[in-house]
């Protein structure tokens, strides 16, 4: 049985075993064409035409016939698709499920229902089906028809459940709501939608419904809710008397030429080139307002328009403006054609991300670009222009920075433009490195916006006061304000004539306004930090819930907050700022509690997504203990969207509050687990190479030692061997993996255990014991097979048998070492894991280089350096470059390793410094060779690198005037190894220059 998606999706699957048949955009929108005209026979010429217009008529047949080919060839002959010499038709068929036609069914058994629950359960049996709109992504003429009809029945049936009795009021709310998505500026379903919640008791909610409604016609149409609107508004909060009218909102005044700028980026950036604007200027000045005036301009064209902000308050989830965009109706309507993989990775993000049991964030670092990659796919899977709005980028979190430079580079010539505010003065030193990269790149503009000259000022002024200005009221008010059209309307606001005095003053007298109520519970907003919620401000307040209302409702009418998405906001950051500050400091701790308990009851359950809303209100509130709690927790949450820095940063935080305890055992147990929580994202971030990243795992090792905890103390060795390591302090990295392998016991982990037997085996190699490590690889390998988790960020599974191919080639093993090499690849391979797969080649690399296998060698770096520059493996690329550089060979061969070399030195990784060196000196000229050679021997003695040692040794003393007593030594410290492979190569040369005699 076939089943077709057509709603909120495109795919043709088998709907018995859910393979998928086809996802073609072209076979599913025949298919989908057909449908929608089920029953009726659609001539093959009207067809053709309508899907190849630019085609002659005798191609765009010949494209029909080649499409039929195609659909049948996949679906094979499905008696629902009936084909003629003449005409296709679509018929209704127990061996077809159409989602489309199963919508018609529930649509139309619903309207002809008599019985109320019949009615009902039709009703909802099809709105369940229509999970989406109609053939998401597509916008040719007959898909808008049929799609707004299926909307305007889909609008039907929610009046339908609104109007229809029934015993579950969830749904008709439910049902109301979803009427508002689908008619946004249709007063009725803002009416329904309200009378159905003061039934159930949540006034708060009707309120905020009827400033949604009010912002929404206000943004969209410009005009206010009707009369019928505002009369059930009024009954909502019993007020008496005349209504009280919300301020008006001044249209755009004076910045004609700015627009028509802000415009020309738009069109550019519409006709397929991807950037950024970013409109500069001080506080007040008019930046947010001007880039809404783009975005109504943009949707007007039927632009995809979706806004998101950046806060200067810590307590945000990193990514939360992409977030945001792509909470975006218009936006999670298109990406519904995204494929699978690709909609996974926008999961992570929506809902907001819980983190996994385990892991470890080095393991899935790779998948940050696939992340991002993702992202970017939804936000321009429309095929329409997408304008993103991102307001007070000055607070623009680092992820979201990085992931912004990335879509544009990945997407440079989708139709995209992401317009931003951004306040001079307070930009982060973050901000400015990736708007500088941008910048370099050429997809940086920017429109820096000065305050209004005093001809401007008074055409807002009168625009604001709704009367001409005297010409000392002109005068008066520029003087006053300096044209920041921000002071211009709040100080008019505040005064019936023109103002004097600063900024500041005239946002106290503007926070004065409101009655006592609306002034307290714009205090707790403002503690708030961000956006904010009626519930939220409910449960932290001492008022009864209809004083909160109210007063929300008054500040909203005064335009001190407005209406953003399902809560409210300050009209602007100044404004918060301004009311924050009225607060007193003990008053302030006490609101920062009490919003930190509202949250918790509000998120009963499920913190996740204010984890770090929670440590931020905690902190300030005087519980640093239930601040550590959530900042770990919000650490965590940002790991899994690989924010790896939002991680650290919050780490740190949580860190500061527990050093600040008293001395005692529970104190360094907090520490132990705030460091161990903190080393993955270090190590992410950073590399192992990080001198941050090993002074963590010292103290970390040390808390764990004095704490007795061993399981804690053997994680912490083993990635401090990792970390020492890499740096080329093989044998404290020995040590540390001797000191790791002490404290296993026959209950310790398959997954610790192993890594401890692993890590020996690594670095016994490196000292030149090819045996030992053997033993060790085998027997890391064998514990850790099937396991979960790894503790120095690889598997050693996989990346044990790579490393002992090493092993196996130096102790004479030749065919081995190759099988050894092969395994690790086939399993990397079979798990489907880059990471792994990169370590299994770069490691295959090492081995064909050894064995001089250069046709191997070269495949080998070839996929390498592709995994590299896919999911920016920097350590990996630097031996890609480098074995890459041996096998070309030449001035440009030297030219890659060295370049390998010096980018491994420069990020402090000197493992292998030896072997690279060699290689490097392989294709240098004599005196250059000489002095590598020299180098290699240096670093070997210095950092106990010694397997490649009798190899540099053979090798320098090509350039002795008697080489022997240096190709003696060379074989004495192979044989003293057990390095067969290097003692044969000493052994060889040394043979040769003795038969040769004195040179």
């Avoid at 495109?10 to 599913?28: E, F, H, K, M, N």
């Avoid at 209004?452 to 003087?479: C, I, K, M, Q």
């Amino acid at each position: 049985m076939l089943r077709v998606s057509l709603l909120g999706e495109q795919v043709i699957a088998d709907d018995a075993t859910g393979a998928v048949l086809t996802r073609s955009p072209r076979s599913v929108a025949l298919v989908a064409h057909l449908v929608v005209h089920a029953g009726l026979a659609q001539p093959r010429r009207r067809i053709a035409g309508l899907f190849w217009p630019d085609s002659t008529d005798a191609q765009a047949l010949t494209n029909l016939r080649r499409e039929l080919h195609q659909l049948r060839r996949v679906l094979g002959d499905p008696p629902s698709l009936v084909v003629t010499g003449r005409d296709l038709c679509w018929r209704d068929t127990p061996s077809s499920r159409v989602d489309v036609r199963e919508f018609d069914a529930a649509y139309r058994a619903a309207l002809a229902a008599e019985d109320a629950e019949d009615v009902l359960t039709h009703a909802h049996a099809a709105l369940a089906v229509h999970r989406g709109e109609l053939l998401p992504g597509l916008a040719d003429d007959w898909v808008l028809a049929a799609r707004a009809e299926l909307d305007r029945r889909c609008v039907e049936l929610c009046d339908l459940i609104c109007r229809t009795p029934s015993g579950d009021p969830a749904a008709a709310l439910a049902a109301a709501r979803r009427r508002i998505r689908l008619r946004p500026l249709e007063e009725t379903g803002y009416r329904t939608l309200m009378g159905l919640q003061a039934d159930a008791g949540d006034r708060a909610g009707a309120v905020s419904t009827y400033h949604r409604c009010a912002s929404v016609l206000e943004r969209e149409l410009g005009v206010v809710p009707a009369e019928p609107t505002r009369a059930a508004l009024r009954r909502l909060l019993a007020r008496p008397g005349p209504e009280v009218r919300r301020a008006a909102a001044p249209g755009l005044v004076g910045r004609a030429a700015e627009l028509a700028r802000l415009g020309e980026a738009w069109h550019a950036a519409a006709a397929g080139r991807a950037g950024i604007v970013l409109v500069r200027g001080d506080a007040g000045v008019g930046k947010t307002r001007l880039v809404a005036e783009l975005a109504a301009l943009a949707g007007a064209e039927g632009a995809v328009v979706a806004t998101g902000r950046c806060f200067g308050s810590a307590g945000r989830l990193p990514l939360a403006p992409v977030a945001e965009w792509l909470r975006t109706p218009s936006v999670q309507r298109a990406a519904g054609s995204l494929e699978p993989v690709w909609r996974a990775e926008v999961d992570r993000l929506l809902p907001a991300p819980r983190p996994a049991a385990g892991g470890h964030p080095t393991v899935d670092a790779w998948q940050r670009l696939r992340f991002f990659e993702g992202l970017a796919r939804a936000l321009t899977a429309g095929g329409r222009p997408v304008l993103l709005v991102l307001d007070n980028v000055q607070w623009c979190d680092e992820e979201t920075g990085a992931f912004l430079a990335f879509c544009l580079g990945l997407l440079p010539d989708a139709p995209l433009l992401v317009a931003g505010t951004l306040r001079d003065g307070h930009v982060d030193a973050r901000v400015e490195a990736w708007t500088a990269h941008l910048r370099a790149e050429g997809r940086l503009a920017e429109l820096p916006l000065r305050p209004f000259d005093a001809e401007g000022t008074a055409r807002l002024g009168e625009a604001v006061a709704g009367h001409p200005l005297s010409e000392p009221d002109r005068a008066l008010l520029h003087a006053a304000t300096g044209g920041f059209p921000l002071y211009v309307v709040e100080a008019l606001r505040t005064n019936a004539s023109p103002p004097s005095g600063r900024l500041s003053g005239v946002l106290r007298a503007r926070l004065e306004q409101p009655g006592p109520a609306a002034r307290e519970v714009a205090g707790l907003a403002a503690a708030a930090g961000r956006d904010f919620t009626l519930e939220l401000l409910t449960e932290a307040s001492d008022l009864d819930a209809d004083t909160v209302v109210g007063a929300v409702d008054e500040l909203w009418r005064r335009r001190i907050v407005r209406e953003v998405g399902g809560g409210y906001d300050f009209t602007h950051d100044l404004l918060r700022d301004a009311a924050y500050q009225q607060i007193s400091p003990p008053r302030r701790w006490l609101l920062h509690r009490r919003l930190a308990q509202g949250l918790e009851l509000l998120h009963a359950g499920d913190t996740d997504a204010v984890a770090a809303q929670l440590a931020e209100q905690y902190a300030r509130g005087g519980r640093p203990d239930r601040a550590v709690e959530h900042y770990r927790r919000a650490a965590a949450v940002a790991a899994r969207t690989f924010a790896h820095a939002e991680a650290i940063r919050l780490l740190k935080e949580a860190l500061t509050l527990v050093r600040a305890r008293p001395p005692s055992g529970d104190r360094d147990r907090a520490e132990l687990a705030v460091l161990e929580a903190l080393a993955g994202p270090l190590n992410a971030r950073h590399g192992y190479s990080s001198p941050e990243l090993q002074h963590t795992l010292e103290r970390s090792l040390e808390l764990a030692e004095s704490s007795g905890s061993k399981d804690s103390a053997l994680t912490a060795l083993l990635e401090l061997w990792s970390s020492r390591f890499v740096q080329g302090r093989t044998a404290q990295a020995h040590e540390s993996a001797e000191r790791a392998l002490t404290l296993v016991a026959p209950g310790t982990s398959p997954a610790l255990s192993g890594s401890a037997h692993f890590i020996v085996a690594g670095s016994s190699v490196s000292l030149g014991r090819p045996g030992e490590a053997l033993r060790h690889f085998e027997l890391g390998a064998e514990r850790t097979r099937g396991a979960s988790t790894w503790p120095i960020g690889t598997r050693p599974d996989i990346h044990g048998p790579a490393w002992a191919a090493h092993a196996h080639w130096l102790l004479g093993h030749d065919d081995a070492a190759v099988a050894s090499s092969a395994e690790a690849v086939e399993r990397a391979r079979a798990a489907g894991h880059p990471y792994s797969l990169t370590i299994a080649l770069a490691y295959a690399g090492v081995t064909h280089q050894m064995r001089d296998d250069r046709p191997a060698l070269w495949t080998a770096v070839t996929e390498l350096h592709a995994l590299c520059d896919r999911y920016g493996f920097a350590y990996y690329r630097e031996w890609a470059l480098v074995l890459g550089g041996w096998a070309r060979g030449g001035e440009a061969g030297l030219a890659a390793a060295q370049e390998g070399v010096a980018n491994l030195k420069a990020a402090g990784s000197f493992a292998r410094m030896p072997y690279w060196l060699a290689l490097v000196a392989a294709l240098s000229p004599p005196e250059a060779a000489r002095a590598t050679l020299d180098a290699a021997l240096a670093a070997g003695e210095a950092r106990d690198d010694r397997w490649w040692l009798p190899e540099v040794l053979r090798l320098r003393a090509a350039y002795d005037a008697d080489p022997v007593p240096r190709l003696r030594a060379a074989a004495e410290l192979a044989r003293a190894h057990g390095s067969v492979a290097l003692l044969r190569r000493a052994e060889a040369d040394l043979g040769v220059r003795t038969a040769a005699g004195p040179s």
